[in-house]
């Protein structure tokens, strides 16, 4: 079955300190796999996809097809990363939404 | 525990017709949002609700409105529906602050033929 796993609902770190958010999915294919953002009271925004590589606000994520892993990581977290985190999964025409981790940067 | 539901999961329309698409969120939560995502696309988001007001807007088509009821179920309504209309639409709900995590309800898929 497919799936999206977020183990941790709420992760709390000081501002400057290094952040990794977990993301594990299950899934008979390939799939596109993202990461969502949503900040209080705001509607959900793309934060990256796997398949552009790319950089976000310092936001990475490498996908582990061997690990089924897809973490999203900052190096040096800022107060204004406090938010949802979502990770999801694109596939068989569907979407998949982990349940969410809180992210909360302390100052 | 309740989940958001969504109603009906799955719905066929012709062209032209109209359709409503009904959400329900998590007891207590009060606020409720609104996405479409097309075969191969992103979800896109249309519109939100707070307290029974609308309080974001999207890329919601004029042929469409919702609304959230005092009981804080919401009901996105369709009309003159259109082939480029058939999508998954799903909604999320969430609590205001302190806690603002959203959940997301199963979708509906819509067919328009």
């Known amino acids: 079955a497919q799936r999206v796993t977020q183990p941790e609902k709420l992760l709390s770190v000081f501002k400057g300190a290094p952040v990794e958010l977990k993301c594990n999915y299950s899934y008979s294919g390939s799939p596109e796999l993202f990461w969502y953002v949503q900040y209080s009271r705001q509607r959900l925004q793309l934060l990256l996809r796997?398949?552009s590589r790319e950089s976000i606000k310092g936001f990475t994520a490498d996908l582990n097809k061997g690990e089924t892993s897809f973490h999203l990581k900052k190096p040096f977290a800022q107060e204004e990363d406090s938010a949802m985190y979502y990770c999801?999964?694109?596939?068989?025409?569907?979407?998949?939404f982990g349940s969410g981790t809180k992210l909360n940067v302390k100052p | 525990a309740a989940g958001v539901i969504q109603s009906p999961r799955h719905l066929i329309k012709e062209k032209r017709e109209t359709a409503t698409l009904k959400c329900y969120p998590i007891p207590r939560h009060d606020t409720v949002y609104w996405y479409q995502q097309g075969p191969g696309q992103d979800p896109q988001f249309l519109i939100s609700?707070?307290?029974?007001?609308?309080?974001d807007k999207g890329s919601i088509p004029d042929r469409f409105s919702a609304q959230q009821f005092s009981d804080y179920h919401s009901e996105l309504n369709m009309s003159s529906l259109e082939l480029g209309d058939s999508a998954l639409y799903f909604c999320?709900?969430?609590?205001?602050?302190?806690?603002?995590?959203?959940?997301f309800g199963q979708g509906t898929r819509l067919t328009v033929v």
């Open positions: 609700f707070y307290e029974k007001m609308q309080s």
């Open positions: 796997h398949i």
């Open positions: 999320a709900s969430s609590l205001g602050a302190p806690r603002d995590e959203a959940f």
């Open positions: 999801a999964l694109s596939g068989f025409n569907k979407f998949y």
